[in-house]
């Protein structure tokens, strides 16, 4: 799919370039005509006032600053009212019999024509005067091939560059479609994976509740005292299947940066202590020991309900990968810029080639064991959705078999980011 859009977009970007490259062309030479015809005309203008007035210049000394028309020059024919010729400066003969020709057409007024004699390409001014008492009309030619080549070459040129251009912008533009399409394949894959996760996560507790209930049928006949391990086992995968749901609705908000979130001020100290003893249960029944080093007096601007999730994902992954015996420490202290969390175990570790995969979606560094454990996969992606939205990090450090430590990093000001 992703192949075939980058086609359409390779070739969208291909056909963008051609039309440009040809409204280019079209227009330098619309351009460069208008230009040398304007200055052609004024040339031959100046060169019938000079004949008139009788300072006719050389061809070399030129009549406008334009070099491309003095080199070309000039010829010219005067003609009297009888049709006969009273001067000229002629090198092509067919020109007298051109311009006899075109008299019959004069009507007094000034004129410029465009005229094909031959191979040779002219451009003709024609304009009356009064000399000495008779109306004289005067001619004046200049042989426009040189011109028109000119811009031939102009066009040729521009033509073979675009062609090296586009052959050059092709493999480019294929390029650059896919480094364009990489993020959307990157969304498109992650959104395709999360779907899929998110099916089998709720297809399991599916099964085990489908499985149970086709035991309890045949058990129609027994009294509900004498099935409460089935039973027990739908009530604990509903009791997952709701912790699952409201985890990707969670999730599914923390994606929204754009809703606001009421923020207020509150004290950071006590919520960081209540939540400890708020585990303290779990811990022991647990067997792990669970400690605080909270600094006193630290408040912070944010959602309380948030951080309090926080909290609460940071310990309960702490101890549900720290054995029996182990110890998990909840620290809190500030500096200048930043409010510091740190949640630290001497429980199973990370592997360091899944340090950078842990915050993703239903990520799991032992999949056997969170399964055992009753874990999402959706923990840590949350608390990560909840600390970047707040303009913080997180920071981890861990080591196979000795333990982990995630330092949560919040800005003490509410429109700063760390």
Same mark, same amino acid.
């Given at each position: 799919?992703?192949?075939?859009?980058?086609?359409?977009?390779?070739?969208?970007?291909?056909?963008?370039?051609?039309?440009?490259?040809?409204?280019?062309?079209?227009?330098?030479?619309?351009?460069?005509?208008?230009s040398l015809s304007t200055s052609g005309e004024s040339y031959l203008k100046n060169v019938a006032a000079s004949v008139e007035s009788g300072n006719l210049q050389s061809q070399n000394e030129g009549f406008l600053s334009t070099t491309v028309h003095e080199q070309m020059g000039y010829e010219y024919i005067e003609w009297d009212d009888k049709g006969s010729v009273v001067s000229q400066q002629i090198s092509n003969s067919d020109l007298i019999s051109e311009g006899y020709s075109l008299l019959a057409d004069s009507d007094g007024t000034d004129r410029y024509e465009t005229l094909k004699i031959g191979d040779r390409d002219y451009r003709l001014y024609t304009t009356a005067f009064d000399k000495d008492g008779k109306t004289l009309t005067l001619q004046v030619?200049? #042989?426009?091939?040189? /011109?028109?080549? =000119?811009? !031939?070459? +102009?066009?040729?040129?521009?033509?073979?560059?675009?062609?090296?251009? &586009?052959?050059?912008?092709?493999?480019?533009?294929?390029?650059?479609?896919?480094?364009?399409?990489?993020?959307?394949?990157?969304?498109?894959?992650?959104?395709?994976?999360?779907?899929?996760?998110?099916?089998?996560?709720?297809?399991?507790?599916?099964?085990?509740?489908?499985?149970?209930?086709?035991?309890?049928?045949?058990?129609?006949?027994?009294?509900?005292?004498?099935?409460?391990?089935?039973?027990?086992?739908?009530?604990?995968?509903?009791?997952?299947?709701?912790?699952?749901?409201?985890?990707?609705?969670?999730?599914?908000?923390?994606?929204?940066?754009?809703?606001?979130?009421?923020?207020?001020?509150?004290?950071?100290?006590?919520?960081?202590?209540?939540?400890?003893?708020?585990?303290?249960?779990?811990?022991?029944?647990? #067997?792990?020991?669970? /400690?605080?080093? =909270?600094? !006193?007096? +630290?408040?912070?601007?944010?959602?309380?309900?948030?951080?309090?999730? &926080?909290?609460?994902?940071?310990?309960?992954?702490?101890?549900?990968y720290t054995p029996a015996g182990g110890l998990v420490v909840l620290g809190l202290s500030e500096n200048k810029r930043s409010i510091v969390i740190k949640f630290s175990d001497n429980g199973l570790g990370i592997p360091e080639k899944d340090q950078q995969k842990i915050f993703s979606r239903f990520y799991r560094v032992d999949d056997a064991r969170s399964r055992a454990t009753g874990g999402t996969g959706l923990g840590?992606?949350?608390?990560?959705?909840?600390?970047?939205?707040?303009?913080?990090?997180?920071?981890?450090?861990?080591?196979?078999?000795?333990?982990?430590?995630?330092?949560v990093l919040l800005p003490k000001n509410a429109n700063q980011k760390i």
């Amino acid at each position: 799919m992703f192949r075939d859009i980058r086609k359409k977009i390779t070739l969208f970007n291909t056909l963008i370039l051609i039309a440009f490259l040809i409204l280019f062309i079209v227009l330098l030479c619309v351009v460069v005509q208008w230009s040398l015809s304007t200055s052609g005309e004024s040339y031959l203008k100046n060169v019938a006032a000079s004949v008139e007035s009788g300072n006719l210049q050389s061809q070399n000394e030129g009549f406008l600053s334009t070099t491309v028309h003095e080199q070309m020059g000039y010829e010219y024919i005067e003609w009297d009212d009888k049709g006969s010729v009273v001067s000229q400066q002629i090198s092509n003969s067919d020109l007298i019999s051109e311009g006899y020709s075109l008299l019959a057409d004069s009507d007094g007024t000034d004129r410029y024509e465009t005229l094909k004699i031959g191979d040779r390409d002219y451009r003709l001014y024609t304009t009356a005067f009064d000399k000495d008492g008779k109306t004289l009309t005067l001619q004046v030619f200049q #042989d426009t091939t040189t /011109e028109n080549s =000119v811009i !031939s070459y +102009i066009i040729s040129y521009l033509l073979m560059i675009g062609a090296a251009g &586009l052959l050059l912008l092709i493999p480019l533009s294929w390029f650059l479609a896919g480094r364009s399409l990489r993020p959307i394949r990157e969304n498109f894959e992650l959104q395709k994976k999360f779907i899929a996760d998110a099916s089998h996560e709720l297809r399991t507790p599916i099964t085990v509740i489908q499985t149970n209930v086709e035991v309890l049928k045949m058990k129609e006949d027994e009294h509900i005292s004498d099935n409460m391990e089935w039973l027990s086992n739908i009530d604990n995968e509903c009791d997952t299947m709701g912790t699952l749901i409201s985890e990707l609705l969670t999730t599914a908000q923390n994606e929204k940066p754009e809703k606001k979130e009421e923020r207020l001020r509150f004290s950071m100290t006590d919520l960081c202590v209540e939540t400890v003893e708020l585990m303290r249960p779990l811990a022991r029944e647990k #067997d792990i020991r669970l /400690e605080s080093a =909270v600094a !006193s007096g +630290i408040t912070y601007f944010g959602n309380p309900g948030k951080i309090r999730q &926080l909290l609460r994902i940071f310990l309960d992954n702490a101890l549900k990968y720290t054995p029996a015996g182990g110890l998990v420490v909840l620290g809190l202290s500030e500096n200048k810029r930043s409010i510091v969390i740190k949640f630290s175990d001497n429980g199973l570790g990370i592997p360091e080639k899944d340090q950078q995969k842990i915050f993703s979606r239903f990520y799991r560094v032992d999949d056997a064991r969170s399964r055992a454990t009753g874990g999402t996969g959706l923990g840590l992606n949350i608390a990560d959705s909840i600390v970047r939205n707040s303009g913080g990090k997180i920071k981890l450090d861990s080591e196979p078999g000795k333990g982990s430590c995630f330092t949560v990093l919040l800005p003490k000001n509410a429109n700063q980011k760390i």
